[in-house]
């Protein structure tokens, strides 16, 4: 009677615990049975029948309809379904996990830096590991055992080794993330990000809108004495980042994006998607920011083609113009000239 209760009873306890229906685990332990009993005494699998007793524990083998069970043959059934039994809860825990992680998908998590392998790096996230990929680390950034980040979980993936989780610290993901985690306006919707545009590791541009009147979106995000961003900087390895005020009016959107220069004009072409930006020519290296990044970054942000030039350099321009139309004016008055002076010649002169 003990060992009918034992075994219900684990059995029982296995099936609550990880989620599996007390029949599944018998009838992996079964078929786990026929491969015992296939591999010590010969046979198909597919000419066996095996069967548990689900109270006592009892296991028989059939060969056939008739019992081929051999003595003894219950301990090696009993240390089989032992095994069949732990790697079924090892892959129940799995299978729970990744269900975990694949509702985190989208959100940021902590790591720790386990190991290299290749140009992956396998994080640590506690309950399971992660793979971070070659792109989605972030450029000249260098990862040390044992180093504690913050990541952006990209999603599931199917590998030669089954399902494994990928995260990043390249993704536009990890920037909003940590701003959600730093500006409490953000996590209550009152401060919205509009976009992202990012080149990890040097810079990003953050656009960002009001949904309350009063509520500085801009100033929220920089926190007094800029403590909310400097957080999130220093999350990224300092990586610099502008706060940019969103706009629905593109002209301005596009001039508050090429901050921290100053702008005097900006022209919508809404045919060619362009927008055509006259800045100071003081300002104009800062406008196209270095190797053109910053303009690079501003046309990501606002979705616009950005064409900028100096104010000194649209007035030559505008001189280049106006000097082409001048010939035309001079040719027309000579001409006019020439043909008084023709006239004059012609006229007889009058007699006193």
């Known amino acids: 009677m003990a060992l009918r209760t034992e075994f219900a009873a684990a ?3 296995a099936a609550a615990e990880r989620g599996v229906e007390p029949e599944e685990i018998l009838r992996i332990i079964e078929e786990a049975i026929k491969a015992a009993y296939k591999k010590d005494y010969g046979g198909e699998t597919e000419d066996l029948t095996a069967e548990i007793d689900p109270e006592s524990g009892e296991a028989k083998v059939f060969k ?8 003894g043959f219950g301990r090696i059934a009993a240390q089989t379904a032992k095994q069949v039994i732990l790697q079924r809860i090892r892959e129940a825990e799995k299978e729970a996990i990744f269900a975990e992680y694949e509702k985190k998908v989208g959100a940021v998590v902590n790591g720790m830096v386990q190991r290299i392998e290749g140009v992956n790096t396998v994080i640590d996230l506690g309950k399971t590991e992660a793979i971070m990929p070659a792109p989605e680390r972030m450029s000249g950034e260098d990862y040390r055992l044992n180093q504690r980040l913050k990541f952006y979980i990209v999603g599931i993936r199917e590998s030669s080794k089954g399902p494994e989780i990928v995260v990043s610290r390249s993704h536009n993901g990890l920037v909003e993330g940590l701003f959600k985690l730093e500006v409490p306006e953000i996590g209550t919707s009152i401060v919205e990000i509009k976009s992202i545009a990012r080149e990890a590791g040097a810079r990003s541009k953050v656009a960002v809108s009001s949904r309350q009147a009063g509520v ?3 100033g929220s995000c920089v926190g007094q004495k800029g403590v909310r961003v400097q957080a999130v900087i220093a999350e990224l390895g300092h990586e610099k980042i502008d706060i940019i005020a969103y706009s629905d009016d593109s002209a301005k959107f596009v001039s508050a994006a090429l901050s921290p220069a100053s702008v005097d004009k900006v022209s919508i072409d809404e ?19 270095k190797d053109g990044q910053n303009v690079r970054l501003a046309a ?3 979705g ?6 100096g104010a000194e350099r649209v007035q030559e321009v505008e001189e280049e113009k106006g000097a082409k139309q001048e010939p035309k004016d001079k040719s027309k008055s000579a001409k006019k000239k020439i043909l008084k ?3 004059k010649k012609n006229e007889k002169p009058k007699k006193n």
């Not at 056939?64 to 003595?71: H, Q, R």
């Not at 045919?271 to 920011?289: F, N, R, Y």
């Not at 616009?304 to 030039?309: E, T």
């Open 11 to 13: 059995l029982n306890q």
């Open 64 to 71: 056939e309809d008739k019992d081929v069970t051999p003595p």
């Open 216 to 218: 500085d979106p801009v």
């Open 271 to 289: 045919k060619t998607k362009t927008a055509h930006v006259e800045v100071p020519e003081d300002q104009l290296s800062l406008a196209i920011g």
């Open 300 to 302: 990501k942000l606002t």
């Open 304 to 309: 616009w083609r950005i064409d900028i030039k």
């Open 341 to 343: 002076n023709n006239r």
